[in-house]
């Protein structure tokens, strides 16, 4: 750590050349790209995790769990960085500094700058193709198969939700981790043959390299680019289906998947531990450990292990850093057959995390139920009206009521109460100078929880009476109050959620295919970076 200190929080600079050495000797850190997720996909370090000083409260007690942590937050010069320094050491966190130079000395000093989101995950997707020649085939290829009724399985391994909004037709929801769990249900004869798709490229390889890591006797192609090289090849998408995977497997299917992911893993150099041995690793002093149940969120809200976060298998390795932010830390997966703990560790020891799989759990030991409780810093003290107090004020024409509203844009946007403004929390002095005139504030969004920490925020800004909504925006609709839709009111720019490229189906195709482009060169960002640590089994 550097001597200099930076008077706005109060804490030291640390320099490109220290988080480097520190990436590079594979010691814990938090890098933290505190900016709303579109400008952090403009560009940022690989391993710079967007925990957005919006949400910072909401993030970090789960994302970054041991308070002596080394934390380095950035941004590109707009201020948010010193603020979230200044929460962090509020929070506890007795080991933060600020990137010397943000995004604009990184590159200053030789750093190498990526594009989009989950970056790790899409480069090290990449870098396995490159490695293993992961097979594939073409849209059209394998519209002709599908056109002439060839023994063929296409299996999406999006989330369901991505799945429900646009599919391949005749595929089948069949999320990452569950691939080779499912597969032999699916395709019995092996003669049968496999296409995996994504949107993209990285699950569907990721997904198809799974498949013949664990030998499994089909033929398996991705699906070139996804449902981006669909459309861009003029063929049309399915919209609204519901197909999933048969959750019942059989014992000799489920006992041959397990064997198969073992091998995998143990291939990879994944870790095994017990209980006992799990627990002499959380209490190891200067260290994070991570749990994760790579199970699907059915099943992990149906019963899991005290203390295991859900972290679906395939999702967990597309998007590690939002779900492991301290790089260097251990995780320690686990699941109810082996398999999927096994081939998500797989591909997480290939990225260069220390994993474990948990073996040895009893199922009268998965004895939590329903979402994981987050741990939450305290609140700000503020005084809350219910939605009928509100509504009441909306009508009064003697005092001038502002709602200002917290929400993410896109919920914004479904739904918010008739006149509310939207906020975001980052942009908060500036966008109190364009709202109207105010002789009290009213603030909410979708629950109140994130309002309730903006509500602090506010109070150093304004010497108006504040209020929060009881219940937030979803209090209001449960009141059976009316809902206005539509970005009707925009105090702040839309920019805390950053537009997928892969997303929808009116992205232009140019942008589509600029981003095809994108990750055809993720290899060469790689090896220029040089701080990865990935190996491809």
């Known amino acids: 750590m550097s001597n200099d200190m930076n008077s706005d929080a109060n804490v030291s600079t640390r320099t490109f050349r220290q988080v480097r050495e520190d990436l590079l000797a594979r010691r814990e850190i938090a890098l933290l790209d505190v900016r709303e997720e579109a400008p952090h996909a403009e560009a940022h370090p690989l391993f710079a995790a967007n925990l957005p000083f919006s949400h910072l409260e909401l993030l ?11 934390i380095v937050v950035l941004d590109d010069g707009e201020g948010l960085a010193q603020k979230a320094a200044a929460r962090f050491v509020a929070l506890g966190y007795g080991d933060v500094s600020i990137l010397d130079g943000g995004v604009k000395g990184w590159k200053a000093a030789g750093g190498e700058l990526f594009q989009d989101v989950n970056v790790p995950s899409k480069s090290f997707g990449e870098l396995v193709e490159s490695k293993r020649h992961t097979p594939s085939l073409s849209a059209p290829e394998v519209k002709a198969l599908l056109d002439a009724k060839e023994d063929v399985v296409v299996l999406d391994v999006r989330r369901f939700d991505e799945y429900q909004n646009m599919n391949i037709p005749t595929s089948i929801s069949v999320p990452g981790a569950e691939l080779v769990l499912r597969v032999r249900a699916l395709a019995p004869d092996p003669k049968t043959r496999v296409i995996v798709n994504c949107a993209g490229r990285t699950r569907s390889i990721i997904g198809t390299q799974s498949l013949v890591n664990a030998g499994i006797p089909n033929q398996v192609h991705a699906l070139r680019n996804g449902t981006i090289g669909w459309t861009l090849a003029g063929q049309k998408l399915e919209h609204g289906n519901s197909r999933q995977f048969p959750v019942d497997v059989a014992a000799d299917t489920r006992a041959q998947a397990a064997s198969d992911a073992r091998a995998v893993a143990d291939r990879a150099g994944v870790k095994r531990i017990d209980l006992d041995g799990l627990q002499a690793l959380c209490a190891e002093a200067g260290r994070t450990t991570y749990r994760f149940d790579v199970r699907m969120p059915q099943e992990y809200e149906a019963g899991h292990l005290p203390g295991f976060l859900s972290a679906p298998g395939g999702q967990l390795v597309q998007e590690t850093e939002s779900n492991a932010t301290v790089r260097g830390a251990r995780i320690v ?12 560790a797989s591909w997480l020891a290939q990225m260069a995390w220390e994993v474990y799989v948990l073996e040895g759990v009893a199922t009268q030991q998965l004895s939590e139920r329903g979402p994981a409780q987050r741990q939450l810093p305290p609140a700000p003290q503020s005084e809350r009206i219910t939605p009928q107090t509100l509504a009441g004020w909306l009508r009064q024409s003697d005092v001038r009521t502002v709602v200002l509203d917290f929400a993410t844009s896109a919920n914004y946007a479904r739904q918010h109460i008739p006149g509310s403004w ?13 709202l109207p005139p105010a002789d009290r504030y009213v603030v909410t969004c979708g629950s109140s929880l994130l309002a309730a920490y903006a509500i602090g925020d506010l109070a150093a800004l304004t010497d108006k009476p504040l209020f929060l909504l009881e219940g937030g925006d979803a209090g209001w609709k449960a009141a059976g109050l009316p809902l206005e839709t539509g970005a009707t009111a925009l105090a702040s720019p839309c920019i805390d959620r950053y537009r997928r490229p892969y997303e929808g189906t009116d992205n232009p195709a140019s942008a589509m295919q ?13 090896g220029r970076d040089g701080t990865h640590g990935f190996y491809v089994i």
């Open 60 to 70: 970090a007690y789960a994302r970054i769990p041991r308070r002596d942590t080394a």
């Open 333 to 344: 997966l686990a699941d109810d057959d082996g398999v999927r703990a096994n081939m998500t």
């Open 422 to 434: 939207f906020v975001l929390r980052s942009q908060l002095e500036e966008a109190l100078s364009t």
């Open 514 to 526: 600029a981003y095809l482009d994108w990750e055809f060169g993720l290899v060469e960002q790689l």
